[in-house]
């Protein structure tokens, strides 16, 4: 119940934008009761620290907890586009979507669509953006990917 409270104040530090102390609880949350939530959250944290690598071993870490939890997979393909390591990232995001306990399920596909974006596979990109969109209709910034992508190669 503690790591529960704990994990839900580091979560609202983080959304404050308090990322030390952010990091703080989830660390204190990991030590009562250790979840592929709290260190996939830590590693966001360190994510907006611009510590990738940390942000990576933490998701990697809530894997190795749980494997059917898509969120991980999903964030360190994100963190491998930050790196512009779209190859590394494909299979990442790949997983996130074939994950058995993922939502929201329209993120994995939008990043698979940045990642061919980057690696300028324009038409695998699109349709990962217009998957995006078919899961989640109303995601605006796989609209505006799709829209964009389609202004350039037009």
């Known amino acids: 119940m503690r790591a529960w409270e704990l994990l839900q104040d580091a979560y609202q530090a983080q959304m404050e934008g ?82 058995k306990r993922y939502e929201p399920r329209h993120f994995p596909h939008y990043n698979l669509g940045r990642a061919y974006l980057g690696k300028e596979m324009y038409a695998r990109a699109a349709r990962c953006f217009e998957e995006a969109l078919e899961v989640e209709p109303r995601y605006r910034l796989a609209r505006e990917a799709l829209d964009s992508l389609r202004r350039l190669v037009n």
């Open 18 to 99: 308090d990322y030390d102390r952010a990091v703080d609880l989830y660390k204190s949350s990991l030590e009562l009761h250790p979840t592929a939530e709290a260190h996939t959250f830590l590693g966001w944290a360190y994510h907006f620290q611009g510590k990738l690598d940390q942000a990576i071993a933490e998701c990697r870490t809530a894997i190795d907890i749980d494997p059917e939890f898509g969120n991980p997979y999903n964030d360190i393909g994100a963190y491998l586009i930050e790196l512009r390591r779209f190859d590394d990232a494909i299979p990442w995001l790949e997983r996130a979507i074939e994950a």
